[in-house]
Nanobody, 128 residues
Framework: QVQLMESGGGSVQAGGSLRLSCTAS????????MGWFRQAPGKEREGVAV???????SYADSVKGRFTISKDNAKNTLYLKMDSLKPEDTAMYYC??????????????????????WGQGTQVTVST
């Protein structure tokens, strides 16, 4: 049974930083494209960042230069370092996994409907 467990969310003032973590079990971490998504109330789920098996990364334009996705295959853990946070970053953040057999183009497309497994989410709130 695959489980993805996010942690690290919280409340922070604009300009601050947070680091999210996602621990995976029940899958071979290195065989998956891993990603972070977010969803604000009344909005669609947005692909924030993804990382390929070999480490190639893709980011949404809204977070480029501020967010960094990384992973530790040995620990089966995915990270999202978020710097220079803005109020518009406020959302529920989700970790997701996509079978690498789908390829880099599908991974980099950051479409939520393509991802196979999801965590329960962790809330990030950025205040002015």
């Amino acid at each position: 049974q695959v489980q993805l467990m996010e942690s690290g969310g919280g409340s922070v003032q604009a300009g601050g930083s947070l680091r999210l973590s996602c621990t995976a079990s029940g899958l071979t971490f290195s065989n998956y494209c891993m990603g972070w998504f977010r969803q604000a109330p009344g909005k669609e789920r947005e692909g924030v960042a993804v990382i390929a098996v070999a480490g190639t990364r893709s980011y949404a334009d809204s977070v480029k230069g501020r967010f960094t996705i990384s992973k530790d295959n040995a620990k089966n853990t995915l990270y999202l370092k978020m710097d220079s946070l803005k109020p518009e970053d406020t959302a529920m953040y989700y970790c997701a996994a996509l079978r690498w057999s789908r390829g880099w183009i599908v991974c980099a497309g950051r479409e939520a409907s393509n991802f196979d497994y999801w965590g329960q989410g962790t809330q990030v709130t950025v205040s002015t």
